[in-house]
């Protein structure tokens, strides 16, 4: 084996790549923080509106940890916009409105909302593969502090969704 496969390379590609998503995701995070008010106050079921608001704060500590990130690398936290979050949070409105007075509207808030929880595990489980990688320790642990309560939140949204709401949209 190289010796050089297991270095890091603050300056090499990978590197670049961990940066580049870092600052999509904190885009993100950020417009995730705006997002999830509006869907805790147009959501119906009391279990969801409390769902939202308690992953709005865990949200909160998303940006936190990324900005912990940048730090530990020396970097100044930018974002750059994410036209994937920027189209998952549009939807989101779109289904909003047009369901609002619908019984499906959580039904509807749920799904978009799960698409955002799996977009942002899709990408936090790519960044700590890449900080593991690059040797880069403290984002590894941050990352996975992330991508956890992103699972959690997933499998919360499931629960309420299969626990009552999905058949009060088939009512
Ligand atoms: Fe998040
Ligand atoms: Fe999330």
């Not at 629960?159 to 009512?171: P, R, W, Y």
């Amino acid at each position: 084996m190289k010796s050089s496969t297991n270095k890091p390379h603050a300056d090499g590609e990978l590197h670049h790549l961990f940066v580049d998503e870092l600052r999509d995701i904190l885009w993100a995070e950020k417009e995730l923080v705006k997002a999830l008010p509006k869907m805790a106050k147009a959501a119906n079921d009391e279990e969801l509106a409390k769902a939202f608001t308690m992953h709005l704060a865990e949200t909160k500590n998303h940006v936190t940890r990324l900005e912990a990130i940048f730090k530990s690398l020396g970097l100044t936290a930018r974002s750059k916009k994410c036209p994937a979050m920027e189209g998952l949070l549009k939807e989101a409105d779109e289904l909003s409105e047009d369901y609002k007075d619908s019984s499906a509207l959580d039904a509807a808030l749920i799904s978009a909302a799960q698409k955002v929880e799996h977009y942002e595990i899709g990408t936090y489980g790519t960044l700590r593969a890449f900080a593991s990688r690059l040797g880069y320790d403290d984002a590894v642990k941050l990352l996975t502090e992330t991508l956890n309560e992103e699972g959690n939140a997933d499998k919360t949204l499931t629960k309420i969704a299969t626990g009552g709401v999905n058949e009060m949209a088939n009512a």
